[in-house]
């Protein structure tokens, strides 16, 4: 790699694929077993979760587009905490960025990229969904909260998303922390900036790859109140 070279032909690296060598062709097919999107989702969840590599795959890691009122769209990824209701559940810093779109716009978008070897064949899976966001009572947070790991707790106190840090006061007040939690002397109750969102899905489009062919879409969209789906060009 130089980065003097005015063109950088991807598609030559042993981890992309080598156009050369490919010489075959064939069409994806998503087989689709019920009306409800989102048990293709959980379907393919279990699958990566059975046969992806787990030391460098997080299933629950999702993209999350927003966009605020002036247009500027602003992407990121966060953990699907939970589905409740075929919603998905997040959580997050009401003082951050996505948090303040979502005040101004409570249109959402979010990706999953899944990606793992079963019989030998290379899946490349990705569902993106459109749907609205909606805060959650304190009620249903805490409840997410309260599950929370001992370092996710510990950060919901000692970090303001988004603002500059200067490091070494940040690592003495959170050794500081640390310490009291363990002596027992602080509980970490919920902050009030903690606050979690459910996604309302309206459309999915789900896109698979078996192998290096060509790649079957299925999109759901809810239409007066039902889903429905269909096939379509990848
Ligand atoms: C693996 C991983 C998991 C993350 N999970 C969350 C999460 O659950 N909630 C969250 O607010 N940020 C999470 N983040 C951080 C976000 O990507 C982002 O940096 C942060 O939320 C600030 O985004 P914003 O400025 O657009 O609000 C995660 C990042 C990574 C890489």
């Given at each position: 790699m130089t980065?003097?070279?005015?063109?950088?032909?991807?598609?030559?690296?042993?981890?992309?694929?080598?156009?050369?060598?490919?010489?075959?062709?064939?069409?994806?097919?998503?087989?689709?077993?019920?009306?409800?999107?989102?048990?293709?989702?959980?379907?393919w969840y279990?699958?990566?979760?059975?046969?992806?590599?787990?030391?460098?795959?997080?299933p629950n890691l999702m993209n999350l587009a927003t966009c605020n009122s002036d247009g500027e769209v602003h992407a990121r990824n966060l953990y699907m905490r939970q589905i409740v209701n075929d919603n998905i559940?997040?959580?997050?810093?009401?003082?951050?960025?996505?948090?303040?779109?979502?005040?101004?716009?409570?249109?959402?978008a979010c990706t999953f990229f899944w990606c793992f070897t079963k019989n030998n064949i290379k899946y490349a899976r990705q569902v993106r969904i459109q749907g609205i966001a909606k805060e959650l009572n304190t009620e249903e947070t805490q409840k997410m909260y309260s599950n929370?790991?001992?370092?996710?707790?510990?950060?919901?106190?000692?970090?303001?998303?988004?603002?500059?840090?200067?490091?070494?006061?940040?690592?003495?007040?959170?050794?500081?922390?640390?310490?009291?939690?363990?002596?027992?002397?602080?509980?970490?109750?919920?902050p009030d900036h903690v606050v979690g969102f459910e996604i309302v899905p309206h459309k999915f489009d789900y896109y698979q790859a078996d192998g290096e062919i060509i790649g079957d879409r299925v999109v759901f969209e809810m239409k007066w109140g039902k889903w429905e789906n269909y096939h379509v060009y990848s």
């Open positions: 980065s003097e070279c005015a063109i950088w032909d991807l598609r030559t690296d042993e981890n992309f694929f080598d156009s050369k060598k490919i010489n075959h062709s064939n069409l994806s097919h998503i087989v689709v077993k019920s009306s409800n999107p989102m048990d293709l989702l959980r379907e279990h699958d990566v979760k059975k046969y992806a590599d787990p030391n460098c795959t997080m559940h997040i959580m997050t810093d009401r003082r951050g960025t996505k948090c303040k779109d979502l005040i101004e716009n409570t249109n959402v929370e790991p001992l370092y996710c707790k510990i950060r919901s106190h000692l970090c303001h998303q988004g603002l500059p840090v200067e490091w070494t006061e940040a690592k003495a007040k959170h050794d500081k922390m640390y310490e009291e939690v363990l002596a027992g002397k602080n509980p970490l109750p919920m």
